[in-house]
């Protein structure tokens, strides 16, 4: 392997004066950084990026760990926090929790043992000492999405209470009366706070959440399934089913389909977190969209500023309705508030 004192020889200059000029330090002249950046090339030479984490106490490299990665919100997360991380010179490690709070406490863990410049977690349950003991340590820690109430870590995250409080008059607008919800863990703060914004929304319409119309899910397709089974099995179904996130919203579509129901004819559908073939489906489905991508953007730069030095500060950005054909037929003339239509 080529070596910093191979780059010397080459170029006829110290050593110390090529690490300068590697390392882009200004007490170097422009002849002797045009030496260098030239025989560096010619020779292939290649930092020791650990040899050179163990001078600068830095790594740049970030950790990320995500809910679910195979759900299509945090895969869209993930890949704008690589984007945003990579054009900031930054590498990201990634840690999937599958929703379990061990494995997030087990990510975690050993990012922080690899010595990363700052960790994005989006917790599991808020329940992991390991990632409570992270945001109270050395290492810079920004939530992403979700957070653990009562912590010291900035969060970047979106409202999604506006966007709810659209489709409720949405699907009121439709003539629907009898909403269900299937919620999502109520040990996450999303899972608490898309129901509660629910039933807010419904009061402010003169409706009520019956218990039989509260489905309990785990952000997974299969417990959307289950929960709209049991409100196909009451004697007076719902008329639309609002499933707070994409995949239970996959599993509420086909169990409609198995009982050999049409959405929206027989019942409506609509899901919190838009995803790339909700478009595509029969019908399309109405949907709450969070602004993920900037979401990832904005999270990183946040982390980036907490290693810097720089205050930490969170952020709360605006989710959208995005109606379709799924809750039925509007009027185009209808006013939607912050919603668009596809």
């Avoid at 704008?80 to 999937?96: D, T």
């Avoid at 009562?150 to 439709?174: F, K, N, Q, T, W």
């Avoid at 019942?267 to 838009?274: G, H, S």
């Amino acid at each position: 392997m080529v070596g910093i004192k191979d780059v010397a020889r080459a170029a006829g200059l110290s050593v110390a004066t090529v690490s300068r000029a590697l390392n882009g330090q200004s007490a170097v002249s422009d002849g002797a950084r045009a030496k260098v950046l030239s025989a560096a090339e010619t020779l292939g030479y290649r930092p020791n990026v650990v040899a050179r984490s163990l001078r600068t106490d830095r790594t740049r490299t970030i950790g990320l760990v995500i809910s679910d990665v195979l759900n299509p919100y945090f895969t869209e997360l993930a890949r704008s926090v690589e984007e945003e991380a990579r054009a900031l010179g930054y590498s990201v490690i990634i840690g999937n929790a599958d929703e379990r709070a061990d494995l997030e406490g087990h990510h975690v863990r050993s990012l922080m043992e690899r010595r990363i410049d700052g960790l994005l977690v989006s917790p599991a349950d808020g329940r992991s000492p390991t990632t409570l003991d992270a945001v109270s340590g050395p290492t810079p820690v920004v939530f992403v999405d979700r957070w653990i109430p009562g912590s010291d870590a900035p969060v970047v995250r979106s409202e999604g209470r506006g966007a709810i409080r659209d489709l409720v008059a949405h699907l009121y607008g439709l003539g629907h009366r009898r909403l269900a919800v299937i919620t999502g863990p109520a040990a996450t703060t999303t899972g608490r706070e898309r129901v509660e914004a629910f039933r807010a929304a419904l009061s402010e319409f003169g409706l009520s959440l019956s218990d039989s119309h509260v489905g309990s899910g785990d952000f997974q397709a299969e417990s959307g399934r289950l929960a709209t089974e049991a409100f196909l099995d009451l004697p007076e179904r719902p008329d639309a089913v609002f499933a707070n996130d994409n995949l239970m919203a996959l599993g509420a579509l086909d169990a409609i389909r198995d009982r050999g129901l049409r959405v929206p004819d027989d019942i409506a559908l609509a899901a919190f977190d838009d995803i790339p073939w909700f478009p595509h489906t029969a019908p399309p489905i109405t949907a709450i969209a969070q602004p993920t991508a900037e979401l990832g953007r904005v999270a990183v730069r946040a982390l980036a500023g907490l290693i810097a030095g720089e205050p930490a500060t969170s952020t709360v950005l605006p989710a959208h309705l995005v109606v379709r054909r799924s809750c039925g037929e509007p009027d185009p003339s209808s006013p939607t508030g912050g919603a668009t239509r596809e």
